[in-house]
């Protein structure tokens, strides 16, 4: 089986840099996603990591451990727009791809 | 975008009706999904498809059943509604690739009174 925690709300400033960690216990790995949800709305992709380090794409970065089985996902110079919930998801190896979700961090981001 | 469409996007209905949700997607992919998310459990697999005809169950499978007639279609039926089921739906598909995303529809929101 599969267990992924993140915290459950984040606040921060605008401009500000913010870090949403996800962390995973998993009987095999095979590759991390983080998506982006506005309320109301549908996840959306950010971010896709199955080697250790850090993967770049503007705004956003998303990091990998797979010995400490830990990811993070960083926001820079956050904007209003980045008010969201955001979700770790773990691809376990082996069989039909069913990846499994965390209860998703929700990030509010004040003026 | 994968052109994943869902209907209806809102229902309320009453308990012990049947149910049925659509899900259609243009995007010729394999793998289909049915997601439950609720307040403090995040998104929860119901069902899942890995070709026509093809499925299995997921975590919250009670009380629901699924069909694959087609490549496209995906349809996730509540026989006998209860409010437990009340929630916002979310259909998914993909290429089964573990190194692709899956594409989500923009949820149906389900109120049984």
């Known amino acids: 089986g599969q267990n992924i925690d993140q915290p459950t709300e984040m606040t921060a400033t605008e401009g500000a840099i913010v870090q949403i960690n996800c962390t995973y216990q998993?009987?095999?790995?095979?590759?991390l996603f983080w998506y982006q949800q506005h309320a109301g709305e549908a996840p959306t992709f950010l971010s896709y990591?199955?080697?250790?380090g850090l993967e770049e794409k503007g705004r956003f970065s998303s990091f990998l451990s797979r010995s400490k089985g830990y990811s993070y996902l960083l926001l820079k110079e956050l904007q209003m727009k980045d008010s969201a919930s955001y979700l770790c998801?773990?691809?376990?190896?082996?069989?039909?791809?069913?990846?499994?979700f965390g209860r998703g961090t929700s990030l509010i981001v004040h003026p | 975008d994968a052109g994943i469409t869902q209907s209806p996007r809102h229902k309320v209905t009453e308990t012990g009706t049947p149910v049925t949700l659509r899900c259609h997607q243009t995007?010729?992919?394999?793998?289909m999904y049915w997601y439950r998310q609720d307040p403090g459990h995040g998104l929860r697999l119901i069902h899942y498809?890995?070709?026509?005809?093809?499925?299995d169950k997921g975590e919250v499978s009670d009380g629901y059943s699924v069909s694959r007639s087609k490549t496209e279609d995906f349809l996730l039926t509540l026989e006998s509604a209860t409010s437990s089921q009340t929630s916002v739906y979310f259909c998914?598909?993909?290429?089964?690739?573990?190194?692709?995303?899956?594409?989500f529809g923009d949820g149906t929101r389900l109120s049984i009174l």
């Open positions: 498809s890995y070709g026509v005809k093809d499925t």
């Open positions: 998993t009987s095999g790995f095979n590759g």
């Open positions: 998914a598909s993909g290429t089964g690739d573990s190194n692709q995303p899956q594409h």
């Open positions: 990591n199955v080697l250790d």
């Open positions: 995007e010729n992919h394999r793998y």
């Open positions: 998801a773990v691809g376990s190896s082996g069989g039909s791809y069913i990846p499994t």
